[in-house]
Every structure is written in structure tokens, then in C-alpha cells.
């Protein structure tokens, strides 16, 4: 019966692999995978996305005299820069996650759980990381092809000026090496262009998908850990083995939490950047588009800012999860009967109760840590900007 037990718990704990397997499929497209990184791939890719971004800021000079261009392209360009940042961070940072995903596939075993009861536990974080995964995988892949088709549903739309000539538009706001007069141009320009929208979908969902299931792996770890601090009795004869034990595991959590953290605050330091200013221009787009009655742009704009304030709405939630579970972690301690255990005993104990006074999170940069008041902040930021760009459009009425 308990081999039988075992087997089921096994092919329950499996789900987390297969997670682990989601992330390897799309980093090692990017060639950033940390076990096996493809740095050919991952070169290549990188030229394509510093060739482009030049001819978007070839464009960005351009359009300096117009407030409406301007913000098209500044507003690709900033999602461009998130991309590069989420590519280049990743293998900058190869080794420390290779690090990371070694820790976890040693830990990764029965028999690192006393019972079914502590795979229950961490298997509801990794039910909620698979959900959120899924979500992520679907929606960044369907807002940025849809910006990228945008073009074709509009072909017959193209505009035709005073001269009786078709201005073709692109899937990205870029400037180009001639001008594109015919539809064979504008076919080849269309797929030169199309890793663009596969490094725009691949390069967040493999920064995301590594961050998620990081910080749910180790928030159903530290679940587990306040567990066993309350089962901490003091009359057992195995109290001071058992606490080591404990101790460790706190220690090696809360490691693997900061380096999680160190190693994702600069790609959410942009992204933090980005949606302040992405919320703003989105907003003002889909504001002309209401009155202009666009509806292709109109659901364009749509998707993609719910795409946007969700991110950071995930960001600030497994965030303030991180923050919480850890914090878990040192009032068990401080519950715990401390003051009936032997002197040496009471001195690691209140050692990590101290420890974890600084609790896990993940940060922008260094300047600020992700929760719900970021998310507020955010927002009404973002809200005050495009007030002002408002105003701005009603003064051209």
C-alpha cells in the first residue's frame, strides 16, 4: 500500500517537471537555456534584435515633429528594449540560474517530503504556477501576433495619398532603406520582419516562465518549512537534530530566494519603466481610436494593454506571495515554544527570526519591490501622464 502511495505522490510531483520542461522548450529557443546554452543562437538572435532596434531609432529621430508618430514608435521601441533586456539578462545571468535549477533537481525527490500531506501543500504552488504559465504562454503569443498580422487585415485599407500612391504599413514602426511602392517590397519587408513578434513572445514568456516557477517552487518549499516549525516540540529527544535540519533548509531558501531576486531586478526594473509609460501611450491610443472609430485598433490596443497591467498585476501578486510565505517562515519560528528548548537551541532560533526580518521579494532594480501599492502607484502615475496627453489632444481639436 505505501509503494502504491509512493507512486501516486511521485507521478503528482511530475507536474513540476513538466513546468520545468515548458521553460526549457522556449529558452533553448532563445539558445539561453542554462544547462546547454546554444551562444550561436543566442548571438544570432541578439544582432537581429540590435539591427532593428536601430532602424526604429532611425525612426524615432524622424519623427521627433510628430507627437502622435512619435509615440507609436517610442512605444514599440520601449517593448523592443524590454525584449532585449529579457534575452540579454538571462544569459548573463546562465550560470546563477544554472545554479539554481541544479539546487532544485536535487531537491526534487520524495524523499525531501516527510508525507503525502507536504506534497499536498506544494502542489497547490505548482497548480497555481501551471495556471498562470498557461495564461502567459496563451496571451503574449496571441498579442503579439496580432500586432504583427495587423497589416494584412488592414491591406485593403492601405491609404492612398494625393498622388494616387498606396503608403503600405508595416507590422513595426521602422524606417527602411528605400521606400516600399510595390506589394512584392512589402512582402519581403513583412518576413524580414517576422522573428520580430517570435523574440517579442518567446523572450518575455522565457524570462516570465523561469521567474514563476522559481518563486512558487521556493514559496511551496518555505510553506512546507513553516509546517514543520510548528511540529518543533521541545521535549523530543530528536529536537536538536530536527531543528538543524530545519535551520538549513531556511537558510537554503532564503539563499535561493535572493538569487532569484538579484538575478530578475534589472529585467523588472524595464519592465517597471516600461509599464509606466506603456499604460500611458495605450491608454491615449485607444482613446483616438474611440474617436476615430477604429475598431481593428480598438481591440489591438485593447488586448495589449490588458496584457501589460496584467504582467504587473503578476509581478505584484507572486511578489507579495514570495514576501508573505517567507514571512510565514519567521513568526512560526517566533510561535514556536523557543524559550523550552536547550540554550544553543534558543540562539539559532532567534538567529532566524532575525533573519527573516528581511523578507524575500522581488524588486525593481533596487529602488522598489514589487506589491500591491506598486501596482496602485503604477496606475496612477500612468493615469497622470495621459491626463496630460489629453489635454494635448484637445488642444489640436
Known amino acids: 500500500m505505501e509503494s502504491v502511495s509512493e507512486a501516486t505522490d511521485w507521478e503528482r510531483l511530475q507536474e513540476g517537471f513538466r513546468l520545468l520542461k515548458w521553460t526549457e522548450n522556449i529558452a533553448r529557443i532563445l539558445g ?13 538572435l541578439l544582432m537581429y534584435v540590435h539591427f532593428i532596434m536601430f532602424l526604429q531609432l532611425m525612426y524615432l529621430y524622424k519623427s521627433l515633429h510628430d507627437l502622435d508618430q512619435f509615440l507609436n514608435v517610442m512605444s514599440e521601441y520601449t517593448v523592443f528594449v524590454y525584449i532585449y533586456t529579457s534575452i540579454l539578462m538571462l544569459r548573463v545571468n546562465n550560470c546563477q540560474l544554472g545554479q539554481l535549477l541544479t539546487q ?10 516527510n508525507d503525502s500531506h507536504e506534497i499536498d501543500i506544494f502542489m497547490q504552488f505548482i497548480n497555481r504556477a501551471r495556471i498562470l504559465m498557461k495564461g502567459l504562454i496563451f ?32 507590422p513595426y514602426e521602422l524606417w527602411w532603406f528605400y521606400e516600399i511602392e510595390s506589394t512584392k517590397s512589402f512582402f519581403f519587408v513583412y518576413l524580414f520582419l517576422l522573428p520580430g513578434p517570435v523574440l517579442a513572445a518567446v523572450g518575455s514568456m522565457s524570462a516570465d516562465c523561469f521567474l514563476i516557477f522559481l518563486v512558487f517552487y521556493i514559496s511551496g518549499r518555505m510553506a512546507i518549512l513553516t509546517e514543520r516549525i510548528d511540529a518543533l516540540e521541545s521535549d523530543k529527544e530528536n529536537t536538536r537534530s530536527e531543528l538543524t535540519k530545519v535551520i538549513a533548509e531556511h537558510r537554503k531558501l532564503l ?46 490596443y485593447t488586448i495589449y494593454f490588458i ?10 501578486m507572486i511578489s507579495e506571495h514570495f514576501t508573505s510565505e517567507s514571512l510565514k517562515c519567521g513568526e512560526a519560528f517566533y510561535q514556536c515554544p523557543w524559550y523550552n528548548f536547550p540554550l544553543d537551541c534558543t540562539k539559532d532560533i532567534i538567529f532566524s527570526i532575525a533573519r527573516s526580518q528581511r523578507p524575500l521579494g522581488l524588486q525593481a532594480g533596487k529602488f522598489t519591490t514589487f506589491s ?5 502607484d503604477v ?7 495621459l491626463s496630460v496627453l489629453r489635454n494635448f489632444l484637445i488642444l489640436d481639436e
Not at 104 to 113: H, N, P, V
Not at 149 to 160: H, Q
Open 32 to 44: 539561453v537555456w542554462p544547462p546547454d546554452p546554444t551562444y550561436y543562437l543566442f548571438n544570432t
Open 104 to 113: 532544485i533537481l536535487e531537491d526534487y525527490k520524495i524523499s525531501a517530503f
Open 139 to 170: 496571451y503574449a503569443s496571441m498579442t503579439e501576433f496580432l500586432w504583427y498580422l495587423k497589416p494584412l487585415i488592414t491591406l485593403s485599407e492601405n491609404l492612398v495619398d494625393e498622388n494616387n500612391k498606396t503608403n503600405y504599413a508595416l
Open 255 to 300: 539563499e535561493m530566494g535572493e538569487e532569484v531576486t538579484d538575478a530578475f531586478r534589472v529585467i523588472l526594473l524595464v519592465y517597471f519603466v516600461s509599464a509606466n509609460f506603456m499604460l500611458c501611450v495605450l491608454g491615449y491610443k485607444l482613446l483616438i481610436s474611440f474617436m476615430i472609430n477604429d475598431v481593428v485598433e480598438i481591440v489591438q
Open 307 to 316: 496584457e501589460m497591467y496584467t504582467m504587473l498585476a503578476i509581478y505584484c
Open 372 to 376: 500591491s501599492v506598486t501596482l496602485t
Open 379 to 385: 496606475s496612477k502615475t500612468a493615469a497622470g501622464y
